[in-house]
C-alpha cells in the first residue's frame, strides 16, 4: 500500500470525527460540481465555462457558492435578483457529500478514490435521466469503457470470492468486469423484452442497457443483478405512492403509449411528460440507487448468497 493510502488510512483511525468531515465537505464540492453538469451537459453547454450565475444572469459570488451552506444562509433566494434557487442545489452537494463519507469508510483509499469517481457518475445520470428521460452516452458508454479500464488498473475493485480474496491482476479484473457488463445488460434486454410483450408497450429505454454494462463494470455481475432486481423493489417504494394518487384521480396506472395524448392530461401534475408518453418514469435512478444500496451495504451478504445459490445449481 502507498505512503499516502496509509496517511489517509492513520486519520481516519486518529481522529475518525475529522476524517467523516473532511471527506463530506470534499463530496459536497464535487456535488457542487455535479449541479452544473445535471444542468448543463443535457444542453450541451461547457461544464467548465463560464462560471456558475444565476438565472437573471449576473454572475455568483464564490462566498454565494459555498455547498450548503450558501443556500441555507440565503434561506434559498438569489442575493442578485432574490429569485428563487431550488432545494435540489443544497440537495444534491449535502447528498453527494454523505455518498462519500460511506465511500470513504467502506473502501481503502484507492478503491474509494475509484468509487468517488463512479457515485458522483450515478449521481449526475439519475438527475438527468430524471429531468430529460435520457442518460447520455457519456455517462454508460463513457462509464462502461472507465469501468473496465479501472477495474484493470486496480483489480481489488472486484472481490472475487466471498471469503474475501482479491484479484490480484490486470487480466482478471479486465475479465471481471467485462462478464459483469455483459451478464448487467443482457439480462435486462431480456427482463425489457419479456416486460414489453407482457405490458404491450416500451417498458424501458436502451439507455438503461447500456446503464446495466457500466454498472455491471463497476460491481460486477452480482452487483448487476443486485441493481435490477434491487433498483426496481427501490423504484416501487417510491412509485407506490404516486400510483395511489394518480388511481384516486381516476387515471390509468398503466397507460397505454400514446392512451394519454389528447385527454388533458398532464394538466394537474404539470409534468411535460404526461402529456407526450402517458406516464413514464425513469428507470436510471432506481437502477442507480440499487447500485448504491449494493456497493455501500450489501456486496458481501449478495454475493455469498447468489454464490451459495449458484453453487446449488451446479451441485443440482
Ligand atoms: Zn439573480
Same mark, same amino acid.
Given at each position: 500500500m502507498s505512503a499516502l493510502a496509509e496517511a489517509i488510512l492513520f486519520m481516519r483511525d486518529f481522529n475518525p470525527l475529522v476524517y467523516s468531515l473532511f471527506v463530506f465537505v470534499f463530496g459536497a464540492c464535487i456535488g457542487s460540481f455535479l449541479n452544473v453538469v445535471i444542468y448543463r451537459v443535457p444542453v450541451g453547454?461547457? %461544464? %467548465?465555462?463560464?462560471g456558475s450565475h444565476c438565472a437573471c444572469g449576473e454572475a455568483v459570488r464564490w462566498y454565494d457558492n459555498i455547498p450548503v451552506l450558501s443556500w441555507l444562509f440565503l434561506r434559498g433566494r438569489a442575493r442578485c435578483c432574490g429569485c428563487t434557487i431550488s432545494v435540489r442545489y443544497p440537495f444534491v452537494e449535502a447528498f453527494t457529500g454523505l455518498l462519500f463519507v460511506a465511500v470513504w469508510w467502506r473502501f481503502d483509499p484507492l478503491a474509494a478514490t475509484v468509487f468517488s469517481l463512479y457515485v458522483s457518475g450515478l449521481v449526475a445520470l439519475s438527475f438527468i435521466d430524471f429531468d430529460t428521460m435520457e442518460i447520455p452516452d457519456r455517462f454508460t458508454i463513457g462509464g462502461f469503457l472507465i469501468g473496465v479500464g479501472l477495474s484493470m488498473a486496480v483489480p481489488s475493485l472486484h472481490l472475487t470470492d466471498p471469503s474475501g480474496v482479491y484479484a490480484a491482476d490486470a487480466l482478471l479484473g479486465f475479465f471481471t468486469a467485462l462478464q459483469g457488463a455483459f451478464i448487467g445488460s443482457g439480462l435486462i434486454l431480456w427482463v425489457a423484452l419479456v416486460a414489453e410483450v407482457v405490458l404491450r408497450k416500451e417498458a424501458m429505454g436502451f439507455g438503461d442497457v447500456k446503464l446495466m454494462g457500466a454498472i455491471g463494470a463497476f460491481c460486477g455481475w452480482e452487483g448487476a443483478v443486485f441493481s435490477l432486481f434491487g433498483g426496481a423493489i427501490l423504484g416501487t417504494a417510491f412509485i407506490i405512492p404516486l400510483a395511489v394518487r394518480k388511481f384516486f384521480q381516476g387515471e390509468d396506472l398503466l397507460p397505454k403509449r400514446g392512451a394519454a395524448r389528447g385527454r388533458g392530461e398532464g394538466e394537474e401534475d404539470g409534468a411535460g411528460e404526461g402529456e407526450k408518453e402517458g406516464w413514464r418514469i425513469p428507470f436510471g435512478p432506481s437502477l442507480a440507487g440499487g447500485s448504491l444500496v449494493y456497493l455501500l451495504w450489501l456486496q458481501e451478504p449478495f454475493d455469498a448468497y447468489v454464490h451459495a445459490f449458484a453453487q446449488l445449481l451446479a451441485d443440482f
Open positions: 453547454r461547457s %461544464v %467548465v465555462f463560464p
